[in-house]
């Protein structure tokens, strides 16, 4: 059952209030009653890893996940080994500030063919499961929309990132769900329902998507302001066994520029009606 009063499980990525420093931003989104926090690395920089930890510990916010890693694919050895480095390098960051999850963003060359680019995703990962498990970290991989295929990901279905998930077949090795990327999906419901019996759906991610887009990058949308029927996907993925936090994720220049406390209490109404 979805709660419409309840907000025990919302959780805010700090890129959707980017203007809000980290200590603001916990602040802030104490202050409308959310309960999660997913942090981006951006976050971090200012207060330097180990301050920002003590901060986040004592929130009274679950963190909720790291973002992000990834970027695997590389045109040479040394290129594709340098992304495995940066990568640990953010493991060890999750555990610092306490995350249990990295969100992937695979990764794509332009020019290169999306099948090498796959291969050489499932091929990092599966060389990081090892040491993120030693640390207590899982690592999502979250399947970007098709129009990033060339630059950002070669991963652009649920059902790819399951075959990745299941060759690996390494228990912290899972995906993230983010309805912006996948809602177009007919065969969405089926492999959210593949990845729920994997035990494998680790996060899910709202927004909504405006039409027209103005900006393929920086124009998502507050839920309940676009075309994505949110609480389909969010039914699917908690029948498949998904109760953790639904986590509010806006990249948008037009929300950046308006006033961050006025845009938490809109995003608290748009979890509470449309998320
Ligand atoms: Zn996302």
């Known amino acids: 059952m979805i709660s419409t009063t309840n907000l025990s499980r919302l959780c805010i990525h700090t890129i959707t209030t980017k203007p809000l420093a980290l200590p603001e931003a916990i602040a802030a989104y104490r202050e409308i009653g959310a309960a999660g926090i997913t942090v981006w690395r951006d976050a971090l920089a200012p207060l330097g890893i ?6 986040l510990a004592g929130s009274g916010l679950r963190v909720v996940s790291l973002c992000r890693g990834g970027f695997f694919p590389g045109a040479s050895a040394a290129d594709r080994q340098k992304a495995i480095d940066e990568n640990r390098r953010i493991i060890d960051e999750a555990a610092a500030i306490g995350a249990p999850l990295i969100v992937l963003v695979c990764g794509a060359v332009p020019g290169m063919p999306l099948a090498e680019g796959r291969k050489q995703i499932g091929d990092a990962i599966s060389q990081l499961a090892p040491y993120a498990a030693e640390r207590n970290i899982k690592l999502g991989i979250e399947p970007l929309h098709p129009m990033y295929a060339g630059d950002r990901s070669a991963i ?64 998502r949308a507050l839920m ?44 608290k109404t748009a979890y509470l009606e449309h998320a």
């Not at 180990?50 to 901060?55: G, V």
């Not at 399951?162 to 809602?183: C, S």
């Not at 969010?234 to 037009?254: D, H, L, P, Y």
């Open 50 to 55: 180990a301050e920002s930890a003590r901060r």
């Open 224 to 267: 309940g302001q676009g075309v994505i029927d949110i609480r389909q996907i969010r039914n699917w993925v908690e029948a498949a066994g998904f109760n953790g936090m639904i986590e509010v994720e806006i990249f948008s220049t037009e929300w950046w520029a308006a006033d961050q406390k006025k845009f938490l209490q809109k995003i």
């Open 156 to 219: 652009n279905t649920l059902g790819q990132a399951n075959d990745i998930v299941e060759r690996i077949g390494a228990k912290n090795i899972g995906i993230t769900i983010d309805v912006y990327h996948l809602w177009w999906d007919e065969r969405l419901e089926t492999e959210v329902a593949r990845a729920g019996k994997a035990g494998s759906i680790f996060s899910f991610h709202v927004c909504d998507w405006r039409c027209p887009m103005r900006d393929l990058l920086n124009d």
